[in-house]
């Protein structure tokens, strides 16, 4: 089964890519010695964009790949995953 199309991957790689912009202005403003409480709030921000790309891949997941896997027959590897990405967001 193919894991994403065009269509559900793009805005993820879009976000993404901003991320990566972020983390190198966090980069930047650390070695411009920004004062630390302004370098908290952006390392937040990062933090907050990476859970919601964590949520578009897990609802992606549900609603593709364990949905797939559970018409095939395999309930046991799906409900495994469920409660695995369960943990993972529990952390």
């Known amino acids: 089964m193919k894991y994403m199309g065009p269509?559900?991957?793009?805005?993820i790689v879009?976000?993404?890519k901003l991320i990566e912009g972020q983390v190198r202005g966090l980069q930047k403003m650390i070695e411009r010695d920004t004062y630390c409480i302004d370098v908290i709030?952006?390392?937040s921000a990062v933090k907050q964009a990476l859970s919601n790309v964590e949520d578009l891949l897990l609802e992606?997941?549900?609603s593709?790949?364990?949905?797939?896997?559970?018409?095939?027959?395999?309930?046991e590897k799906a409900?495994?995953?469920?409660?695995?990405?369960?943990?993972?967001?529990?952390?």
């Open 14 to 16: 879009r976000r993404l």
């Open 41 to 43: 709030t952006q390392t």
């Open 79 to 91: 409900k495994g995953e469920i409660l695995k990405v369960y943990t993972l967001k529990r952390k």
């Open 64 to 75: 593709g790949c364990i949905i797939h896997q559970i018409q095939s027959g395999q309930t």
């Open 60 to 62: 992606n997941h549900l």
């Open 7 to 11: 269509k559900k991957k793009n805005p």
